[in-house]
Each structure stands twice: as structure tokens, then as C-alpha cells.
């Protein structure tokens, strides 16, 4: 394992803060990685207006990103370990760099998507496995823990503060200054990485371009099915929605998916088999503690990423907060999330990694909980407060375990492999809670709306049918100023806008609570995969009891 580029007669404050530069140029490029799935949503209908494009369209933008992601990561951390990982890191800071500014200068949708969705999705693919590898090239094994929690910290940070920036530069600039900020960021990121020492391996691998084939196309039709079930349903249909023999194409595409994965595996496994070198060693993935970490992992970030989504939206739209103070609310959650990513691995070096990620998903649950029971159409934008700093901590306690756990389970030389392999899953769990989240959201909000509507005796009986019938594709998620426009749009007259909009705020909280129920049942699921965390901290002499 290679330390960190130092001389040998360096003092040790010199030591530690070349690393500490080193940890902070990595948990940059995360930063930065992150921060484009998140800055962007309070700010959906200004690009759409400015790009001349429409809401959808820029929706299908964020999610291009998160699908280039998803296919091609498995290659990109192949092409890491070919290229050098210091190298594949560069790379793509400045294929990222060149998208971010084809995005601030985007006069139109398709210029958008080639630099929003293609540029920087490529530039990610090689970065972000790049910074697994670097972090465990660059720091011993014991430091490990604390350099991944922080690097960790960093991607969900920009989770929580991407609202508040983006609303900031929206209200105050414009949104192309955000991206035009990503390129500073960048260059200040070019610039310190030469103080990253790099891990080259010993043999130059081979990149295994059918099995690269096969995982691009079987991960990006998966998730491209996941993130259409919001608009398309999962198994039924909606009714403005298509058709395939009667089911939703939904699931024909995960199925699809997943059986095109299955090649992909089987196709590996003949390649290692026949003494060539596979995209993803099938062996590797056997491994229990890589296994459990990799599961863990995918279930952080599926409730992360479906909190994200269900907390903003309770915020913005059933409370009417501005961008600003949305992100603000989030704030709480940045602070504990830090706390306990950079706090556990120092005060508790030798803690057991599997008692850490059972109290992290526990807290996470009580946060969840918590939230579940103060929701309440009189309620105000504290309730979060407690829920935000439970679910803060939470997460942190997981981030400042999984990387050391998924990591330390390979040899150095194999770090690349997790890396892609690693990233996968953090995205097909975002992608998977965030559209889990936003189809439960959706179909309950529907039904509880349709159910007050019907269980009203100030609606005319001729509307109630109207309504069943226009409901069966479900509503939207709007503010009250929204459905008041609608109604106005519509004629109709005052006694009946009352009664709808009180039917509807009704119907958002059982929303919101049915996607916050559906996520405290996945943290529980996760409590038993727990089971398969490690007792022992990487380089500890003994587990901690």
C-alpha cells in the first residue's frame, strides 16, 4: 500500500497536513460529484423557462445524469485501474469541468443534456471510483474509517446544502452560476491533486468491452424503468400511460434489466473461468463483509435519497417555504451527518463497524418515525428540526464505516473494482428510493384525494364522478396556489374550491406519510442484512464489544 507523498525526514504536522490536503481535495471532487444531483430541483422551472424547454424536459436532464452514472460506472473504474487512478481522476475533472461549462452556456435543451447529462456523467464514471482507490492508496489502513466518513460526509453535505445553493444563485444570479462555480471548483481541485500520490498496479489490466457492454445495457434499462415507474406506474398501467400486453413498461424493462445483468455475470464468470480478466471478478462479489457493505450501502442511500425527496417537497410545496429556506431547514442534517462522520472514527477508532451501522440505521429510523407521527396538515416547518438532526446522525454513523468496511475487504489492488462496483449501488439505490418514494407518494395522494372528494357532502354528485374519472392517472404533487389557479382555470365556484383544497391538503400529508412509512420499512429490512457488517475495525487487534 502506497502512503501519502512525503519525505522521509518530514515533521509529522507536515504529515498530517499533507494528508489532511489530500483528504480535502477527494472529499472535493465528492462534493462536487453530488452536488449536481441536488442544486438543480428548486430551480427546475427557471431553466426549463430559460433553456425553452419544459419541466419534463429538464426532469428527464437530471435523471439522463443519474442513468449515464449507473451504466457506465463498472467501466469507468475498469478504465481507472488501466490508466493509473490519479490519471482517471484528472480525466475526468476535466471532462466534468468541460460539461459544467457547456451547461452554464446552454442556449437550449439538447446543448443541456450533452453537458449536463453526457459530459458530466462521463466525467463522474471515472472520478468517483477513482477517489475509493485514492483514499486507500493514500492512507494506512487504520486512518481509513475516518478518511471515508469524511469523504462520505461530503457527498451527502451537498445533499442537504445543493437547495440552498441553488436557491441562493437562482433568486439572487442565475442558475448558470452554479455551473460556472463547478468549473472554479474544478481547477482548484486540478491544481491540489498533485499532492495526491497515486496507486498504479502492478500489471495493466484489460478492459473486458462485451462484459462493459453488457453492464451498460442491463444497469442503464434497469434503472431507466425504475426512474419512468413515477410516470408509467410499475405493474398497472396509468391511465394516460403506455402499454405493454396490458403491464406498465416498468417492469418489463427491470425485468429486461435484470435478466441482461444475469448475462453479464454468467458471461464473467466464463471469463475467469477461461484465466481472462472480467469486468467484475464474480469471486469478489461473494465475499460476505464486500457484500454486506455493498447492501448497506445501496440501502442508505435508497432512504437518503427518498428523505431528500419526500422532506423538500413537504417543505416547499405544503408549506409554501422559499428555496432558501428549504435548504435552511435541511441544515440541522448537514451538521450531526458531519458530527457523526468525522466524530465516530476519531473519538471511537475501535468501535465495532457492525454496533456503529446498527445504531446508524436504528437512529435513521427513529428520525424517520419521528417525522411519520409530526406530520400533520396544521403542522409547521419545526417538525423537521428533531427528525433532520436523528436522520443526520444516522447516516453519518453509516458513512463513517461503509467505505473502510467495503474496502478493507479486497486487496489494494481490487480497490478500483469496489469503487465501481460501490458506486453502482449507491446509485441504483437513489434512483430506486427516489422513484419508490415519488410512485408511493403519488398513488396515495391520489386515492386519499379521490376518498375525500368522494366522502364530501359539499361536492356535487356530477363532479365526484367527473373527478374519479380524471383522478384515475393520478394528481400531481402541487402547492395550494397551483390547485387554486387550477380551479379558478377551471369555473369552478368558490364553495367548491374550498372544499377541494381541503380534500387535498388532507391527501398530500397521507401522501407524504405513506412514502415515509414504505421508507421505514427498507431501514428495518436493512437491519437484518446488518448481520453481515464486520466486527472488527481494519487493522484493530479485536472487535469492541
Known amino acids: ?19 489532511m490536503l489530500v483528504l480535502m481535495t477527494l472529499a472535493a471532487g465528492q462534493f462536487l460529484m453530488t452536488l449536481d444531483t441536488s ?87 471515472l472520478i468517483l471510483p477513482s477517489i475509493v482507490a485514492l483514499v486507500a492508496g493514500n492512507f494506512p489502513v487504520a486512518r481509513r474509517p475516518a478518511a471515508y466518513g469524511l469523504v462520505a460526509a461530503a457527498g ?29 471548483i474544478v481547477l482548484a481541485i486540478l491544481l491540489l491533486a498533485r499532492r495526491i500520490e497515486d496507486a498504479p498496479p502492478e500489471t495493466r489490466p484489460h478492459l473486458d468491452l462485451v462484459g462493459a457492454a453488457l453492464s451498460a445495457t442491463g444497469l442503464g434499462v434497469l434503472v431507466f424503468g425504475i426512474l419512468r415507474s413515477s410516470a408509467w406506474g410499475w405493474i398497472q398501467p396509468k391511465a394516460d400511460g403506455p402499454s405493454w400486453g396490458g403491464v406498465s413498461p416498468t417492469l418489463w424493462l427491470i425485468l429486461i434489466g435484470l435478466a441482461v445483468i444475469w448475462v453479464f455475470f454468467r458471461w464473467e464468470a466464463r471469463r475467469e473461468a477461461q484465466g481472462k480478466e472480467p469486468l467484475v471478478r464474480p469471486a469478489m462479489l461473494r465475499n460476505q463483509q464486500l457484500g454486506g457493505g455493498l447492501i448497506m450501502f445501496f440501502f442508505q442511500f435508497l432512504t437518503q435519497a427518498g428523505l431528500f425527496f419526500v422532506v423538500p417537497l413537504y417543505l416547499s410545496v405544503c408549506l409554501g417555504l422559499s428555496a432558501l429556506a428549504t435548504g435552511a431547514r435541511l441544515l440541522p442534517l448537514s451538521i450531526t451527518l458531519l458530527i457523526a462522520a468525522i466524530g465516530i472514527p476519531r473519538l471511537f477508532p475501535n468501535v465495532s463497524p457492525r454496533l456503529v451501522v446498527r445504531s446508524g440505521l436504528l437512529t435513521l429510523l427513529v428520525g424517520t418515525l419521528v417525522l411519520l407521527g409530526a ?60 422513484a419508490l418514494a415519488g ?38 404533487f402541487v402547492s395550494d396556489a397551483d390547485l387554486e389557479a387550477g380551479l379558478d382555470k377551471a369555473n369552478a365556484d368558490s364553495k367548491q374550491s374550498e372544499a377541494a383544497l381541503d380534500a387535498y391538503r388532507g391527501a398530500r400529508i397521507d401522501g407524504l406519510e405513506a412514502a415515509l412509512a414504505i421508507l421505514s420499512v427498507l431501514v428495518l429490512v436493512a437491519l437484518f442484512y446488518a448481520q453481515r457488517i464486520p466486527t472488527r475495525q481494519p487493522g484493530a487487534p479485536e472487535a469492541a464489544t
Open 1 to 19: 500500500m502506497t502512503e501519502p507523498a512525503v519525505t522521509a525526514g518530514a515533521a509529522p504536522s507536515e504529515r498530517t497536513s499533507g494528508a
Open 39 to 125: 442544486v438543480m430541483n428548486v430551480s427546475i422551472a427557471t431553466v426549463a423557462k430559460d433553456v425553452g424547454t419544459t419541466v419534463t424536459g429538464i426532469q428527464g436532464a437530471i435523471t439522463a445524469y443519474t442513468l449515464v452514472m449507473a451504466a457506465l460506472m463498472l467501466t469507468g473504474a475498469k478504465i481507472g485501474a488501466m490508466i493509473g487512478r490519479k490519471r482517471a481522476f484528472a480525466i475526468g475533472c476535466v471532462i466534468y469541468g468541460c460539461g459544467s461549462l457547456t451547461t452554464s452556456l446552454a442556449p437550449n435543451l439538447p446543448v443541456l443534456l450533452f453537458g449536463w447529462s453526457f459530459l458530466e456523467g462521463i466525467g463522474a464514471v
Open 156 to 184: 451527502a453535505v451537498a445533499v442537504a446544502v445543493g437547495p440552498l445553493i441553488g436557491g441562493f444563485c437562482t433568486t439572487y444570479f442565475s442558475w448558470r452560476w452554479v455551473f460556472a462555480g463547478e468549473v472554479v
Open 375 to 434: 406530520l400533520d396538515p396544521d403542522a409547521g416547518p419545526e417538525v423537521v428540526f428533531v427528525p433532520m438532526l436523528l436522520v443526520g446522525l444516522g447516516i453519518g454513523a453509516l458513512a463513517s464505516q461503509l467505505g473502510a468496511v467495503t474496502v478493507s475487504a479486497v486487496p489494494d489492488d481490487q480497490a478500483p473494482e469496489v469503487g465501481g462496483v460501490q458506486n453502482t449501488m449507491t446509485n441504483l439505490g437513489a434512483s430506486i428510493g427516489t
Open 439 to 476: 410512485s408511493i407518494l403519488i398513488a396515495a395522494t391520489t386515492s386519499s384525494f379521490s376518498a375525500n372528494i368522494q366522502g364530501n357532502p359539499a361536492i356535487p354528485d356530477s363532479v365526484k364522478s367527473e373527478a374519479h374519472v380524471k383522478l384515475a392517472g393520478g394528481v400531481p
